[in-house]
C-alpha cells in the first residue's frame, strides 16, 4: 500500500525558512521520481519541484517552478525514503497546502498535505 506521508508545515513569517519532508512506503522509493504541488485557497494545484530517481555525478536531476527557483531546494535521502523541500526566502504567496507525489504505473499517489502559511 502506497503511503506518503507529509510533515514540517506551519507559520512562518515573509522571509522566514521551513523545510517539509515527506515520509515514503509501500513502493521501491529509490526507483521513484517525487514531486512536491501546492494548492492555494480557491486555486489550482499546482507544480512546485521534482527530483528523479537517476543519480549522476552531479547528484539528483531537479526541476523547479519558475515561481520557486533560487528558493526552494528539493532533495531526497533514499536510505529513509524521504523526500524534502528546503523553503527559503519565504512570501505570502507561497502560503498553501504543500503535497508530495509520485507517479506508479501511470497513477498519481498523493500525501494528505501540510499547510504552509507565510504571514507576519
Known amino acids: 500500500q502506497v503511503q506518503l506521508v507529509e510533515s514540517g508545515g506551519g507559520l512562518v513569517q515573509p522571509g522566514g525558512s521551513l523545510r517539509l519532508s515527506c515520509r515514503a512506503s509501500g513502493f521501491t522509493f529509490s526507483n521513484s521520481g517525487m514531486y512536491w504541488y501546492r494548492q492555494a485557497v480557491g486555486k489550482e494545484r499546482d507544480w512546485v519541484a521534482t527530483i528523479h530517481s537517476l543519480i549522476t555525478s552531479f547528484g539528483h536531476s531537479t526541476n523547479y517552478a519558475d515561481s520557486v527557483k533560487g528558493r526552494f531546494t528539493i532533495s531526497r535521502d533514499n536510505t529513509q525514503n524521504t523526500v524534502y523541500l528546503q523553503m527559503n526566502s519565504l512570501k505570502p504567496e507561497d502560503t498553501a497546502v504543500y503535497y508530495c507525489?509520485?507517479?506508479?504505473?501511470?497513477?498519481?499517489?498523493w500525501g494528505q498535505g501540510t499547510q504552509v502559511t507565510v504571514s507576519s
Open positions: 507525489s509520485t507517479i506508479l504505473y501511470g497513477s498519481n499517489y
